[in-house]
Structures are given as structure tokens and as C-alpha cells.
């Protein structure tokens, strides 16, 4: 299929001269490149200074302070956005508009709004209690909350005084919790005693108790009674419920911080050791955030906007943001597929949503069950978490027809997207439209030469404002950078295969490290490990997510103990996983081996091992010379072979 026939949607003439793209070109006196997207992608690279100044002269975005340098960095990492600058992200959030904030849908489909004025008066209520606390600048507080308001209020409320906010979803277990906010040694938490889900509530209130237990820092609790009206932790420190601390209405004070100052800290796991704690800062995120939905999405005063998304997903952050634009924000609380899968598409038609965002994962899950989804209002459809198939691409037209699918990849460690949606541009199956203002993205060769037309590593060459301040507990940047500055001195490697056509558009190939990635969530092997080599009848456990076609499929490979008897282990395995971490945690099988394989320096041969899934040949894998067994490395190439070949058959 080429270039020309496989255009699914080209927006119309009134749709590009009114978008915001549009305006902000428009407004740019010393741009010569007229309205190709890609001419103005070029120029927001080779001039960043002149593109982000701009994007604040756009959105009218308050700076303080005196500037002592340019607003760009000239290396990475290192170097300062804005430098001199001051700005705070809640006060651009909660500018005084009219209409409504939120729109929160409950799990069994009621709803209620949150209007802009009571908002304010919110998280002014909570920041003033905070305050009150000791809670300022620099201090840390780490909620477990849902996908409600509360967490909204929680979070605007930390980035009006200047604390650092963390936030798990309350499905995650308490070893799963603590596992990152002990890093933070938090001086407040905001805990819930449980949440709904699918039609059940679940109590949360013992997996709180072994929360509190395990963070001695905590020295006021905030509770939110959500299932059990009038209930209270039982702990010796002070404890305030959430309709206390909120009763006080009044309008917030934002304290006016350094750009780069910390505004959340963000947890993404790497193939070993503890969760790592990624932090942005306000004024990077602020910006990137209205370039992503004001320039690439279009979305603007009055929309209203839904990130299918727990609140432990880096897409809810940006579903945040969507108040900066000026839309009303849409929180769906629950399951997206209880009752069934259509539940997603009648919230959208019956709450009027304008741009929703989903995971590749829910588009075929839907393809494949033959859902006929509601439209209403909708214009714009979002897809993230993981490659979209062509299959996936053309059921969104074959049911919504003339509306913009805009595929998008980015992640947690920018908090933003690399490549994505572009207004202007035409909808290519299978394909994302073009690289994001601002970032100086491309595909790299192992020898770090650009290729177009085949795979390579996805690197950006050049800083952007939301690249992490750094990460929690890393003094001299090591993890930092060996995280994303290894391979390429100076350069960010993501850890994508991504591959580019000369008019700009892409293909995401997956993970190129061993990161899990389900449903656009991204976890960490040592996660499971560590609840898993925890039980006596395990010796030990791999755990890999390969991309294979529209699926994704992540085994848990154990070797167990000689006397174990697996039929028996099975199930210890699964509760375990569902009890100290989470639902997304549990792998799609459980396979018995003789034991894990690793290289001689003893890492686990987690990449490899997921290559062959994917179909790779074993010599194009792993030098056999390099690992501890090399018989055993054979077995696991004949699994691969036998399993992706039932796959296939599967799905013939």
C-alpha cells in the first residue's frame, strides 16, 4: 500500500485555517516557512529559543522573575530552562474561567461536575490546610486515590504551596505502594480507605494500615472515607478527613517557584532494582503540555476532554493539563469494560466528549468483540500506550468516519510525546503523522547515523522542556544517565524501535529493552520478582512483554524448587501478584522451566528472551559464548517457536 492509498482522513480547509495550529503560525513574525507542518517542525528545532518563547507568548503563560540566559539549554542533560524564571503550573490550571472543571463518572455510570469557581475554592481550602500542616516547599506528599476529583484537588493543591506530589492508583498493593513513596519520605499522605470497580467495591483500609506503617516520615493523614462513610485509619498520628480539610473555601495562593522547580515525581521502573522516581518540574511540564494539547490536539475553551486512564498512568497528568486549555476534563472512575466494552464509547456520547484518549489495547479489544460504538459530539480520537494496528486504524473510520485519529508515543520519563497527532496533516493507516513541535526527534542505527524507511532507535538529539529535572535520589545523575545518555553520549535514547518515512510519518516497533508495557503502562520486571522469588516453591522467575501483531503477550517464565509441584504454585503465584501489586502485574501465562537464563556476569536474558518471542532467529539474539547455559537458551528458542507459532494459528 502506498503513500496515496492508504490516506484514511484528511482534515478539510475550515478545520486547518481555524485550528490552534494555525493561529500560533500565523502569529509568528519571523517565520518564513509558510503552513507545511514539517517546514514548521524543522524550525522548532533549529530555533528552540524562538519556538518555546513563543508557545509562552501564545498562551499568555506568566513568567516572573528576571531572565539570566537563554530559555533553552544548548546540552543534555544539563543546562536550565528559562533560567531566572518563575512561574507555577496550578495558577496557570486554575485561571479564572466560567463553566465546569470536572465531569466525574462514577463506577456504576452516575455523574456529577465540579464548576471552575468550585475548583478554586477547593484547592484553596486544601492548600490553605496544608500549609497549616508545616506542608511548603520541596516537601513531599504521596496520595493513593483514584480517578476522582479528589486527586485532581490534591494535586493543584501540592503545586500551589510548592510541594512535590506522587500519586499510586488504590488497586496497586502496599508493598507496590511503598516501594516508591518510601523513597520520598513524604511529610503528608493522602490515602482513600478503598474504590470501585466493576460493579465491587474493594476495601483498602488494612493495605493502608501497612502504607502508614512503612512511612515513618508521614506526619499528618488526610483521609478520604469513599466506601465507608465516616471511617478513620487507626494510627497515633493526626488524622483529617477529606471534607475537613476542604471545608474551608477560599481562593488559592499560588507560591511563584523556579521553573525547574519539582512539581511531581513520576515512577517508571527499569528491568532492575527499586522503582525509579522520575521528576519534571512545573514550568517543562506547563509548557509542554500546552504545546501537546493546544498545537498537536486542537483542544481548547469549552471542549471537554477524557484520558481513559488510572491515576498512576502518565496519561491522567496530561488529562490534568487538559484544565490549562481551558476544557473541561472528564474523569472516569471504575472499569472502561464493565458492564462491557462499549461502556467507554456511551460515556462519550452521553457526556458529550469532544477528544477522548485511549490505549491501543481497549481499540482491539473492542475490534475483536465486535462492538458498534456511540459517536455523539466526538472529533478526535487519541491512542496511545502501545503501536495501533492498520486493523485498529481502519475500525475507527469504518464506525466514526469523518474523525481525526491521532496515534501517539511518548512516555512517562518526558511526561509528553515524541511523535503523535498534527492537525493539519492526513491520517496514514497504520502510521503516525509526524514528529511533535519542539522535539528533535529521529531513528538512529547502532552507530548513531539517522535512517529513514527501516527501524532504529528512537533518540531526540536536542533538549525538551519536560525531560526530567532528574530522579529521585540520584545526587550525581548516574541513573539518570545511564538510563537515556548511555549509548549515545548527549543524546536521549527511549528505548523505542521506531521507524520514519521521508514525509515525516511513523511506525512504533516496541520496547528495545526489557521495560513491560501493558496497556501504556510501563512496569518494571524486578516489580514482579520480588513478589514472586518471594514464594518458598520458587527458585526463580523471568518475566518478558513482547509485541506480537495486534497482541501483546507477557509470560512468566519459573523455575521452581525440585519438590514444587506447579499445578499447586500456579495459583500462590497469581494471588500473590494481585495482592501486593496489581491486576496489570499478572502475566497472560505462568510456564514452568528448568531454570532462568543469564549472561556470565548473571543478568537475567529478559531482552533476548523477548526477541525470540517476537520471532527473531537465536543467533541474531545472544552470542550463545556469552551466557551461562547455552543448552538451556535452546529450550527457550523452542518455546518461542512453538508459542508464537499457536499465536499465529490462533488468529487464523
Not at 211 to 236: F, K, Q
Not at 471 to 481: A, G, L, M, S, V
Request: aromatic share 8%; hydrophobic share 40%.
Amino acid at each position: 500500500m502506498t503513500a496515496v492509498d492508504d490516506v484514511l482522513w484528511r482534515p478539510d480547509g475550515r478545520r486547518t485555517g481555524a485550528c490552534a495550529l494555525a493561529r500560533f503560525r500565523e502569529r509568528l513574525d519571523d517565520y518564513r516557512g509558510g503552513d507545511d507542518y514539517l517546514e514548521l517542525w524543522r524550525w522548532s528545532t533549529a530555533e528552540p529559543d524562538r519556538f518555546w518563547q513563543a508557545v509562552v507568548d501564545f498562551e499568555g503563560v506568566r513568567l516572573g522573575g528576571t531572565p539570566t540566559g537563554p530559555a533553552a539549554p544548548a546540552r543534555m542533560p544539563g543546562g536550565a530552562w528559562f533560567p531566572g524564571r518563575t512561574v507555577n503550573y496550578a495558577e496557570h490550571l486554575l485561571r479564572e474561567r466560567t463553566g465546569d472543571a470536572l465531569v466525574v463518572i462514577d463506577d456504576d455510570g452516575t455523574s456529577h461536575t465540579v464548576s471552575r469557581a468550585e475548583l478554586r475554592r477547593r484547592v484553596g481550602a486544601l492548600s490553605a490546610t496544608l500549609r497549616s500542616m508545616g506542608v511548603g516547599r520541596g516537601d513531599r506528599v504521596a496520595a493513593v486515590l483514584p480517578n476522582r476529583a479528589e486527586a485532581v484537588v490534591g494535586l493543584l493543591a501540592c503545586a500551589s504551596v510548592g510541594a512535590v506530589w506522587s500519586v499510586c492508583s488504590p488497586e496497586f498493593g502496599a508493598e507496590a505502594v511503598l516501594a516508591r513513596f518510601a523513597q520520598l519520605q513524604p511529610r503528608a499522605v493522602i490515602l482513600c480507605d478503598g474504590y470501585h470497580h466493576g460493579g465491587r467495591s474493594f476495601d483498602r483500609r488494612d493495605e493502608m494500615a501497612t502504607v502508614l506503617a512503612g512511612l515513618p516520615s508521614v506526619e499528618h493523614v488526610l483521609w478520604v472515607d469513599h466506601i465507608n462513610p465516616g471511617s478513620r485509619p487507626a494510627t497515633g498520628l493526626p488524622v483529617h478527613s477529606w471534607g475537613e480539610a476542604t471545608a474551608d473555601a477560599r481562593e488559592p495562593e499560588f507560591a511563584d517557584l523556579p521553573f525547574e522547580h519539582p512539581l511531581w515525581v513520576l515512577f517508571s521502573s527499569g528491568t532492575t532494582g527499586v522503582p525509579k522516581g522520575i521528576v519534571h518540574g512545573h514550568g517543562g511540564v506547563l509548557l509542554e503540555h500546552l504545546k501537546t494539547l493546544r498545537l498537536q490536539s486542537d483542544l481548547g475553551e469549552g471542549d471537554r476532554f477524557l484520558n481513559v486512564a488510572s491515576t498512576s498512568w502518565v496519561v491522567w497528568n496530561m488529562l490534568v493539563s487538559g484544565l490549562a486549555v481551558g476544557a473541561t476534563i472528564v474523569l472516569l472512575d471504575g472499569s472502561p469494560v464493565r458492564p462491557d466494552l462499549g461502556r467507554v464509547w456511551r460515556e462519550v456520547a452521553r457526556h458529550d466528549v469532544d477528544m477522548v484518549g485511549l490505549s491501543a489495547g481497549y481499540v482491539h479489544a473492542c475490534l475483536k468483540d465486535g462492538v458498534v460504538p456511540e459517536r455523539g459530539r466526538l472529533r478526535t480520537v487519541q491512542v496511545t500506550g502501545s503501536p495501533l494496528s492498520t486493523a485498529g486504524f481502519r475500525w475507527i473510520y469504518e464506525h466514526f468516519g469523518d474523525v481525526w485519529l491521532a496515534s501517539m508515543s511518548g512516555g512517562t520519563d518526558v511526561c509528553s510525546v515524541f511523535v503523535g497527532g498534527a492537525p493539519t496533516l492526513p491520517v496514514r493507516s497504520g502510521r503516525l503523522q509526524a514528529p511533535a513541535l519542539g522535539v528533535a526527534v529521529e531513528a538512529w542505527d547502532p552507530d548513531g547515523k539517522p535512517v529513514l524507511d527501516r527501524r532504529g532507535e528512537l533518540v531526540v538529539t536536542q533538549p525538551m522542556p519536560s525531560m526530567p529535572v532528574g530522579f529521585w535520589n540520584d545526587p550525581d545523575d548516574k541513573r539518570y544517565h545511564d538510563s537515556y545518555f548511555a549509548m549515545y553520549p548527549g543524546i536521549w535514547r527511549h528505548g523505542d524501535f521506531i521507524e520514519f518515512a521521508g514525509d515525516g510519518s511513523s511506525v512504533i516497533h516496541g520496547r528495545s529493552d526489557s521495560t513491560l508495557n501493558r496497556q501504556g503502562v510501563r512496569m518494571g520486571p524486578a516489580d514482579i520478582y520480588r513478589v514472586v522469588e518471594e514464594i518458598p516453591e520458587v527458585a526463580e522467575a523471568l518475566v518478558v512483554g513482547a509485541e506480537l501483531g495486534d497482541d501483546y503477550y507477557m509470560p512468566l517464565f519459573v523455575a521452581l524448587r525440585p519438590d514444587a509441584d506447579p499445578g499447586a504454585v500456579e495459583p500462590l503465584i497469581r494471588s500473590a501478584i494481585l495482592a501486593k501489586l496489581s491486576p496489570r502485574h499478572l502475566p497472560d501465562e505462568i510456564v514452568p522451566v528448568r531454570a532462568v537464563p543469564h549472561t556470565r556476569t548473571g543478568k537475567k536474558l529478559e531482552v533476548p528472551v523477548k526477541r525470540l518471542l517476537q520471532g527473531d532467529a537465536l543467533a541474531d539474539v545472544v552470542d550463545l559464548g556469552s551466557v551461562d547455559d547455552a543448552s538451556l537458551v535452546r529450550e527457550y528458542a523452542a518455546f518461542a517457536q512453538s508459542r508464537t507459532a499457536g499465536l499465529v494459528n490462533r488468529g487464523n
